[in-house]
């Protein structure tokens, strides 16, 4: 451990003195990216030949529509990849002055080739382009980003708090960076944004890559996006703005990689061209989708809620410089702003279940309150997450979910079937009375705006599965708060969104808004979608105390927690009963015990998690 301690220190001593980017050399770069640049549009009309889009009309609808007391929005639920999808590229192609996307990843595969692709005929008609990613999972490759650089003036493309100054970071830069600048290199931005003609946003959970667009072949993440124009989409301007001028958002001419990459190449080095992709056949679709106004139409406009107030929320830049300033971390302050005005409900759907603890403290205050209001998790189970060593947390957790904040808890299954809702017209929902309502509709009808639930795959294998197929596993980041108002956005409930990254998303105060998205978390807590979290069943009373004595002391060691019999479990519905709630006194009567890592076979990665579970608590601000 000395040798490896040593060997990092004297990297990040190299990597730090490296880190200087010459002047001159800058300068070099900029005027072989400024020689390389086309200047000239392939349009010269005043929209920039911007293609039909009912999306962005519908917008600017809102926009003129508005006053300052009274705004107008249109916006929409993107619950499936499809959708997603399209409404970017709809956007992008019907943009008629201005692109601003900030993401965290880009990969290079099909989703993210093809964004970038549209992105750049975009700015070739005229269009002003302006990308910001993180610099730790987006792009990473030098060649690429030196391409995109020499592409046109009006395209351009920053990359947020990169390490050592450089656009890609092998695994020794990595550990260097934590070993010299903890807080700086452990704040990354997370924030996703669309931005076309400050009109209309795409904001929420997806980022550019296969997998959030249900282009996966093995692994799919069910995410969620909102769409909506109006006069909210300056305050994301503004937003966008405020992270493009900090100083952590570095030019590519300023990385050291990439400027040595372009000085290399120089100004006669290739152009960008139309990438190649793997699937051309579901790229064609999309691209004839976005430009099918009935598809358009009929998918997304006809659809969206007319709603008044949209609030766009974003953290500060840079909010680890002054943690004690909370003014930095606006998002995360009206999230738990809106969970403490609380009365009846709160349906939180998060990946990652790992509480502050600001978070553990709102949430014991409701708990204990005499009308305390019903808290509904929808979050991943083992077998669905790609983000064990997170999951381990929470798994050691579980017992103070329940008996501190009173938690409802439902863990996705990996593989979600398409089926009806109901069995003869009775809903599944456990939260209102059994009804015909529009709650009963199946999946792929459910009103969830801007599209259907179900996507087209689902993503990679993090841990072995008993059965073989397809698997999904959860991403969105929602709050809907007694049916009255609701949050779609970036923000995990953990402490690595509350404390280190730089989150964003929209909070809109409309009921039906809220009803729909009620709506869509509740159908991924169904039966067919998730198991249940529920105390374990009662066998031997004296073992079963003792066992459980054992397990709260086991949990409480920073250490050597490798208890195995833990106060809960998952369950399963069994055939011919209706959902009950785990506080029900029938419940065990309707379900069945299935373990605690369903589905899983035995495997490395389940014991690792034991091992997290044991030792892993301390790393659950960075995870």
């Known amino acids: 451990m000395r040798r490896i301690a040593l060997v990092l220190l004297l990297a990040t001593a190299a990597f730090a003195q490296g ?14 990216v400024m020689q390389a ?7 010269h009309q005043p929209d920039n030949c911007a293609a039909p889009s009912a999306l962005l009309d519908q917008a600017n609808a809102e926009l003129a529509s508005s006053t300052a007391d009274a705004p ?19 956007l992008i192609r019907g943009a008629r002055h201005s692109i601003d996307v900030q993401t965290y990843i880009w990969q290079q595969d099909d989703a993210g080739k093809l964004i970038l692709d549209q992105l750049v ?7 002003k382009v302006r990308i910001l990613a993180d610099q730790l999972f987006a792009f990473g490759d030098a060649k690429l980003l030196a391409t995109l650089a020499r592409t046109r003036a009006n395209f351009e493309v920053r990359l947020y708090n990169p390490t050592f100054r450089k656009a890609h970071t092998p695994p020794l830069e990595f550990a260097a960076g934590v ?8 704040q990354r931005m997370h ?8 009109a209309i946003g795409i904001t929420g959970g997806r980022n550019y890559e296969d997998r959030y667009f249900d282009w996966n072949d093995e692994f799919d993440y069910r995410d969620r996006d909102v769409v909506v124009g109006g006069p909210v989409a300056r305050t994301m301007a503004t937003s966008f703005d405020t992270f493009w001028n900090h ?30 992709y793997s699937r051309p056949d579901r790229v064609s679709d999309a691209l004839a989708e976005a430009a099918d106004p009935q598809w358009v139409q009929e998918h997304l406009v006809a659809n969206s809620i007319p709603v008044g107030r949209v609030d766009y929320l974003s953290d500060l830049p840079g909010k680890t410089e002054k943690p004690a300033d909370r003014e930095d971390r606006e998002l995360t302050g009206r999230i738990m702003g809106m969970l403490s005005a609380a009365r009846r409900e709160v349906v939180l759907q998060t990946p990652y279940l790992v509480l502050s603890d600001r978070a553990k403290k709102l949430f014991r205050a409701l708990h204990k309150r005499p009308d305390a209001p019903r808290v509904v998790v929808s979050t991943n189970s083992l077998a669905s997450t790609d983000a064990f060593a997170v999951y381990a947390i929470s798994y050691k957790h579980r017992k103070a979910y329940f008996t501190k904040y009173g938690f409802e808890i439902y ?3 990996p593989q979600v079937e398409d089926r009806p809702d109901t069995d003869e017209g009775v809903s599944y929902d456990v939260f209102h009375a059994p009804s015909g309502g529009r709650r009963n509709a199946s999946p792929s009808e459910e009103p969830g705006l801007f599209g259907s639930r179900n996507g087209r795959g689902r993503r990679n294998r993090p841990a072995p599965l008993r059965t073989a197929g397809m698997r999904i596993g959860l991403h969105a980041k929602s709050i809907v708060v007694d049916d009255s108002f609701a949050m779609v956005g970036t923000h995990n409930f953990d402490p690595r969104s509350d404390h280190y990254n730089t989150e964003s998303g929209v909070v809109v105060y409309d009921r039906p808004f809220a009803d729909a998205l009620r709506a869509s978390i509740m159908s991924d807590t169904r039966p067919e979608n998730a198991w249940v979290v529920a105390p374990r069943k009662p066998t031997i009373p004296v073992l079963g105390q003792i066992s459980e004595a054992l397990g709260d002391v086991s949990e409480k060691l920073p250490l050597f927690d490798l208890w195995p019999f833990r106060y809960t479990t998952n369950y399963d519905l069994n055939p011919g009963c209706m959902p009950k709630r785990p506080n029900d006194a029938q419940f065990f009567q309707c379900y069945h015990a299935v373990g605690d890592f369903p589905e899983v076979n035995l495997s490395l990665k389940m014991i690792y998690t034991r091992l997290l579970t044991a030792f892993g608590s301390a790393s659950s601000g960075i995870l």
């Not at 800058?26 to 072989?32: N, T």
């Not at 924030?191 to 400050?198: A, C, Q, S, Y």
């Not at 100004?267 to 061209?273: E, F, G, I």
């Open 72 to 90: 107008h929005h249109a916006i929409g639920l993107l619950e499936d990849g499809e959708s997603a999808m399209v409404a970017r590229l709809n």
């Open 19 to 32: 880190c200087t980017l010459s002047h001159a050399n800058i300068r070099k770069a900029d005027a072989i």
């Open 191 to 198: 924030n996703k944004l669309l931005l076309v003609d400050d």
């Open 37 to 43: 640049q086309d200047a000239v549009p392939t349009c």
């Open 411 to 413: 863990e996705m299954k």
């Open 121 to 127: 005929e975009a700015a070739r008609r005229g269009v």
């Open 179 to 186: 070993v010299c600048c903890f807080l700086r290199f452990n």
């Open 247 to 276: 100083k952590r958002s570095v030019p590519l001419t300023h990385l050291r990689d990439v400027n040595r990459q372009i000085r290399s190449d120089g100004p006669d080095a290739p152009r960008w061209v139309e990438p190649a």
